[in-house]
């Protein structure tokens, strides 16, 4: 089984003669098993990077860089083991320089189960007035057979009736600042013929205490579209 993770490190730049920064952050706070995540690296002087990581501990699939104010560049990587991880610090030399980044700790979760309806809410500690809030979905789906006027045949996926996609309200929260942070779906055909089809969706949101003196509790109310089905229990952040 495999899973994912995905962390980012930014290159802050100083001056020619000083040493400069560099942040790892992580985007999947806590990855589950199949999800893929990438290590990046920020900056406006630096042509290359190697990521030096374990291979009994991660699976690169594919090396990305960007450019425009910063340039970036990104390794796209697959964790091969359950449990706590630990990336960095990076440190390299370039133009007789050394620079080196922070430390991410992360824990990889196991992957979700293979059904095609549920909903999975998650929090993971940052520190005492962070924390992020996942939010993984299965929403059933039919299949949807389209026939072409030259004589080919499409098939789709098509949502089911009744269910739609969880959010976490990010305004009117009292005592708290929420801040998406990443989000994708996906729909594909169930071609096994078996009734598996879903959606899958992913919500990752970070949650900001204001006044840690006073509580936190996130209710089912700041929610929406949540279904009767799941059994909701109050969050807790502080």
């Avoid at 291979?55 to 960007?66: C, E, G, L, Q, R």
């Amino acid at each position: 089984m495999k899973f994912t993770i995905a962390l980012f490190a930014a290159l802050f730049v100083l001056n020619a003669a000083k040493a400069q920064k560099l942040d790892l952050d992580i985007s999947l706070p806590q990855p589950r098993l199949g999800q893929r995540f990438d290590l990046t690296l920020r900056s406006d002087t630096l042509s290359k990077q190697i990521f030096n990581l374990p291979p009994d501990k991660f699976k690169i699939n594919s090396y990305t860089a960007f450019t425009g104010q910063e340039t970036s560049f990104s390794v796209n990587i697959e964790a091969l083991k359950m449990g706590k991880n630990e990336i960095g610090p990076l440190t390299f030399s370039f133009n007789a320089h050394t620079y080196k980044t922070n430390s991410i700790k992360f824990t990889v979760a196991d992957s979700l189960p293979n059904v095609n309806k549920g909903i999975w809410i998650t929090k993971v500690h940052v520190d005492d007035t962070t924390v992020y809030i996942i939010i993984d979905q299965h929403i059933p789906t039919h299949n949807s057979i389209t026939h072409k006027e030259n004589n080919t045949t499409s098939m789709s996926a098509e949502l089911n009736d009744g269910e739609k996609e969880l959010t976490l309200t990010i305004t009117d929260i009292e005592n708290a600042k929420i801040e998406e942070r990443g989000s994708s779906s996906e729909t594909s055909p169930d071609f096994s013929e078996k009734g598996l089809g879903y959606g899958s969706y992913y919500k990752c949101y970070k949650v900001t205490v204001l006044d840690k003196r006073k509580p936190l509790v996130l209710t089912k109310a700041a929610f929406e579209n949540l279904p009767d089905y799941y059994k909701f229990e109050d969050i807790v952040i502080n």
